[in-house]
Each structure stands twice: as C-alpha cells, then as structure tokens.
C-alpha cells in the first residue's frame, strides 16, 4: 500500500496465491480485494467486491459491483453491475444501469450502457452474454439483452434490443431506418480475433489455485445451444418472408413457416432465393422499424457447420479418452446423450437443472455455508469435461439425427473428412483476418516501408498464434 488517500472498511488478501498492490489517490471503501489485484491512480471504490488478480486504474470508479477474476476496468464508471471474468473496459464510458457481463467481454471508448432515467424506479437491466463487444461510442437503452459474442457497431441505439443471435453483428442503416444483424459475423469476418480470445484468456489467468472451472473456448454449452435456437430463428424468419411474399395467409402459423424455412435453406439454390426475399425478425428491438437478416443462408449454414465441428471433435476425444478400436466399441460406448439447457454462472457453465438443485439445497439448508457452495462448484468443475463432451455429442446427434447403433465406418470416415474440412477451413480464416491487417493500403500508408511496418507490427510469417494454428492442424490431420 503506498500513498493511498483513504482505506475504510476493507478486506485485502495478499499472499503468496498473488500479491495485491494499492496505489497513489486511491480512495476505497466497504470492500472485498482478492489475491493479486492492482489497484492505482485515483481510484474510487465502494461497496465492492474484487475478485482475485483484477485491476481498478486510471481514476475508475466502482460502486456496488463485484468485478470477476483476471478482469480490468480503468478511467470508467461501474455502477450496480455483476461482472464475470477476463472482462475489459478502458477509455472513458458509463454502467448507468444494473448490468450482467457474462465475462471476456471487451467495451470500447464512449460506450454509455444503458441510458438511465427510464422510469421513476431503479428497474432498469442490460444482459449481455459471453464475447459482448460494442463498438465505439455505442449507447444502449435499457432493458436490453444479447446473445454470446454480440458485437455492434458504432451508433445510437434509441429503443430496448433483444439480440438472440449469437456471434452477430448489430449495425444501423440510417439512409433505410433500419436495424441490420448479420448472424455468424465473427466466423465470416472475425476467426482470428476468436481464436486469438480463447487462447488469450487461457494466457491470462493468473489464478494459482483454479478453484472455479472458467469456460473460455467460443464453442461451449451454452453458445452451442444459442445456434440451434439460431438455426430455428433463421428458418422460421425466412419461410415468414417466403410466404408474406406470396401473400400466402401461412406467414401467421409459425409451424408452416420453419418448415418452409428450413425447406428453403436446406435447398442448393437457397442463396438465390433468400437474395429475393427481405428476411425481418420480429421482437428484436423496441421499435416501429424493421430487424432486417442479412447473409441469412451462409449464417444458416455456418451455425451448422460449428455445431458440427464442436461435436465432431468430442468424438474424436471421447474415442480417445475411451481407448475405443473399433465402430462396435463405439456403439456400445454410446447412449442416447440429451442435449441440456445450461447456464453460465461466474464463467463456469453448469446444466441448468444442476444450478437449480443447488438452489434448492440452499432453501432446504442441506447447504448452509460459503464453504459447501464452493465445494459444489469446484465438484461440477470436476465433471464439467465430462459433461461438455456428453452435451457435443447430444448436439451432434440431434444436428444429423444419428441412431449410433446403425452407424458403419463409412459414416464415421465421412465425420472425420468433414470436422478436417471445417478445421483447415478455420486456420485458413485465423490467417485471412490477420493477413487483411498486413494487406489494406490504408494500414500500410502510415509506415515508410515494409520493414518499418515489420519492425512495428511484426511480420505476419512469425505471428505465433497462426503458427500455432497450422501446428495444432497438423497434429489434428495425423489424429
């Protein structure tokens, strides 16, 4: 502790689990600090909880808010909010209202979440899953909601929004009034930054003792169920259109309307189709304007296709795992797997009806103590792999309606071509949204030279992660 202006009221842990540091100006009253927090510059903090190797810096200001592990919040203010872990938040922007940040979320410069002064009464909440990312100077209006890896671009969003799609981008197209979402942006454009996250969190977790079991990969639990209903809303919205197109009365019976959806999107000449079609979707905003779908085939397709890469790697590790030789092993390994709800609670995903018997418990008093609450997580933490690889093989069943006791080794090769496929194809992706960095003339224009360019952002041959990347294919091809 060095040159702090005041102290009050705190509990700071500091040991050999991680040693926390507590800087100039800082004023911090009514908290809890972890292991190996930094804390400096001006900051100002009451009624809070950080959790271990988190960072307050710069003058922000946190006020009733818990921060979750390895996250940073600097020159901001964080009002009422429940932040998960590997959260970033630099720049000047405002939590006006309650927030749930589901963690490795990323808020950029100007970004005012959640106007406040709604009502007369402090009922105002945003949800934002995993991977949130808002662009520059965005402002939200409460209640808002997003799926897992929601990004928007720059702009004023005046009405409540209800983003469902995962791994979308929200963007404003001002010239039509209307509100654009590009479902399955982050595998079309961003596969580089997606990966880079995964493999950063997993880099930047400081923790000593990893008592909670933290979820960082893009494919999980809870994303993967995010896409089938993905999947649903995209059929659903195109066979809308279909119809409303044809003036065809089914557009109102939501079952005609999947049904011709999925018919529509399934076919080789879909695209064509859906180019003729304007695909809105309904109830995502607060607001007389139209939700317009755009790129609803390929975002279709590609939900499908990570789905299938998700369940397609478990099985390779469940074959593995299980030393299992032969396609009759296999069978006999294999029963019939029910793809679960989940829910993320702190960044460690837990099936839903778990988190409820462990509610339960605690209204019952079987469970009557911080200790046994934590013992509850670390034993889920325990079984979450098991249980991850039982939920990837529940998806894969369900995405191709597979009965594994008629499966032969034809159909298991043909997994095998495909997940080798989708693998190549997202290492192609991870160098082609980094390669665009090295590439676009207007990047290239500040710098003298190439070797200027090189010498500051290094080259793109030594990128460590693309090298990675092609390792990790080799090794995944000989698998």
């Not at 009965?403 to 071509?417: A, C, M, R």
């Amino acid at each position: 502790i060095k040159g702090a202006n005041k102290l009050k009221n705190l509990t700071i842990n500091s040991g050999k689990e991680g040693q926390t540091q507590i800087g100039e100006g800082c004023e911090l009253v009514n908290g809890i600090i972890g292991f190996g927090c930094r804390i400096f510059y001006g900051v100002k903090a009451v009624r809070f909880i950080m959790a271990s190797h988190s960072q307050l810096k710069y003058g922000a200001r946190l006020i009733n808010s818990y921060l979750g592990n390895n996250a940073t919040i600097s020159c901001c203010e964080v009002l009422n909010s429940l932040i998960f872990p590997a959260h970033e938040q630099h720049h000047n922007n405002s939590f006006l209202c309650a927030t749930l940040l589901m963690g490795q979320s990323n808020i950029a410069a100007g970004a005012t979440i959640g106007s406040n002064h709604n009502s007369r009464g402090p009922d105002g909440e945003m949800v934002m899953g995993r991977g949130f990312w808002p662009g520059l100077c965005v402002s939200l209006k409460h209640n808002s909601k997003f799926a897992s890896y929601t990004i928007l671009a720059k702009g004023d969003y005046p009405a409540e929004l209800n983003i469902t799609l995962p791994f979308s981008l929200v963007s404003i197209d001002n010239e039509k009034n209307q509100l654009l979402i590009m479902p399955a942006y982050w595998f079309m454009y961003n596969m580089y930054a997606l990966a880079r996250n995964s493999w950063k969190y997993i880099d930047r977790d400081k923790r000593t003792a990893k008592i909670q079991y933290l979820e960082y990969d893009f494919l999980a639990p809870d994303t993967v169920n995010e896409m089938f209903d993905g999947i649903r809303t995209l059929e659903y919205c195109v066979g809308r259109a279909f119809y409303t197109k044809e003036n065809n009365e089914q557009y109102n019976n939501n079952k005609a309307c999947i049904e011709k959806g999925s018919e529509i999107l399934n076919k080789e000449n879909g695209a064509e189709i859906i180019d003729s079609l304007e695909i809105v979707l309904p109830n995502a905003e607060n607001n007389k304007r139209k939700t317009i779908i755009i790129k609803a085939f390929k975002a279709y397709h590609l939900y499908k296709q990570m789905i299938a890469y998700y369940g397609i790697n478990h099985l390779l590790n469940w074959i593995n795992t299980n030393a299992i030789n032969s396609v009759s092993d296999l069978k006999k390994s294999l029963t019939n797997f029910e793809r679960k709800q989940w829910i993320n609670v702190g960044g460690q995903l837990m099936e839903k009806t778990t988190v409820e018997k462990l509610l339960q418990q605690i209204k019952s008093s079987k469970i009557n103590s911080w200790e046994q609450v934590h013992q509850f997580y670390e034993k889920q933490g325990d079984q979450y792999n098991t249980e991850k690889t039982k939920h990837a093989l529940a998806a894969l069943t369900e995405l191709y309606q597979i009965n594994w006791q008629t499966i032969n080794v034809t159909f298991i090769q043909k997994l095998f071509e495909e997940v080798l496929q989708t693998k190549s194809w997202i290492t192609e992706q991870i160098f082609l949204s980094r390669e665009k960095d090295y590439t676009n003339p207007y990047r290239k224009m500040v710098y003298d030279s190439e070797a200027e360019m090189d010498a500051v952002m290094g080259k793109l041959a030594d990128n460590s992660l693309i090298k990675q990347q092609k390792n990790e294919l080799k090794t995944f091809k000989s698998t």
